[in-house]
């Protein structure tokens, strides 16, 4: 592990490191200077010589990286990526929660809970590890992007073990809301238990049957809204896209949602139809004093399109 960055994040994000490898004596030296060796290692992803002429990269000292130093072997590098422009995600990121050693917010559909991909700046972690003036902020579990509702955050890493441990322990009670199409036929509540997968390179998951079970969701009828109805889902297990794919399996499947049944091609930027579904309300023990946490959501169902940036 490298030591601590000599750079401060920068849009809530830490800074990226590389490491110079040992050199070996049996060959003659493959990078005469710390700037032939970066040309080499990052040519893909940043402008070396821009990055080397802006004084971009830095030693673990915090003094930049010359591009005719000499090369030393072992030596960490850490620099700033450039980040690509993002569209802003409408909606507010309430904060519902804070204390000492958690945060817990109401997050919009849309925003992604960790920066991922061509979704950074506009990620809950970056947002609040700015607006609250948490640099160590980071999530105990994680909602879809198109998913809103209630997130659990740690303040510091020295909390982080002890909740997410209780977390990938199944301690954690999660009740979600959906708003789906209405069926007369079907007797509620209704338990699935089934095998759910994703496979690598595609969007969707899959019910594999005859396989062992992996995931099982309790589905209530709540209430009647419209043509269609409010259900409450008590997940016990946690696989990905789980609710949605336990939906779609009763013939109900979750109101504008963009990958099933089918795969819907919406543009990134495109905010207009907001996933119905909403994760509703989180309860636990606290690992840490033992008393009884329970946030709820703020929004409720049916799910607009918000405007405006988080406040």
Not at 74 to 91: C, I, K, Q, S, Y
Not at 207 to 215: H, I, S, T
Not at 266 to 292: C, E, K, M, Y
Request: hydrophobic residues 40%; proline residues 10%; contains cysteine.
């Amino acid at each position: 592990m490298p030591p601590r960055s000599p750079l401060p994040q920068r849009h809530g994000l830490d800074a990226a490191w590389v490491c110079t490898p040992e050199l070996d004596p049996a060959r003659p030296q493959p990078w005469p200077t710390m700037g032939a060796w970066l040309s080499e290692r990052l040519p893909e992803f940043v402008d070396v010589p821009g990055f080397l002429a802006g004084e971009r990269f830095a030693y673990a000292t915090g003094t930049p990286v010359a591009g005719n130093d000499s090369y030393q072997p072992h030596t960490f590098v850490w620099f700033h990526r450039d980040l690509a422009e993002e569209a802003v995600v409408p909606g507010t990121v309430h904060v519902i929660h804070r204390d000492e050693r958690l945060v817990v917010v109401d997050k919009p559909a849309f925003l992604s809970t960790i920066p991922r991909g061509r979704h950074v700046l506009q990620s809950v972690v970056v947002r609040l590890r700015a607006e609250l003036g948490l640099p160590e902020l980071s999530p105990l579990h994680r909602l879809d992007r198109v998913t809103s509702g209630v997130l659990v955050l740690a303040t510091e890493r020295r909390w982080r073990g002890a909740y997410q441990s209780m977390f990938q322990r199944g301690e954690v009670g999660k009740t979600y809301r959906a708003l789906a199409p209405a069926r007369q036929d079907l007797a509620f509540p209704v338990t699935v238990r089934n095998h759910l997968a994703t496979r690598r390179g595609q969007w969707q998951g899959e019910v594999v049957a005859d396989a062992p079970v992996n995931a099982e969701s309790l589905i209530e009828l709540e209430t009647h809204l419209g043509d269609g109805a409010v259900y409450r889902l008590t997940p016990s297990t946690g696989r990905t896209h789980q609710l949605r794919l336990h939906m779609l399996g009763l013939g109900i499947p979750i109101i504008d949602d963009p990958l099933y049944p089918v795969v819907r091609d919406v543009a990134i930027d495109d905010f207009s139809r907001p996933l119905q579904l909403l994760a509703s309300a989180v309860s636990f023990t606290d690992p840490i004093d033992g008393h009884p946490r329970h946030f709820d959501s703020v929004r409720i169902l049916p799910l607009l399109p918000e405007t405006g940036a988080s406040e």
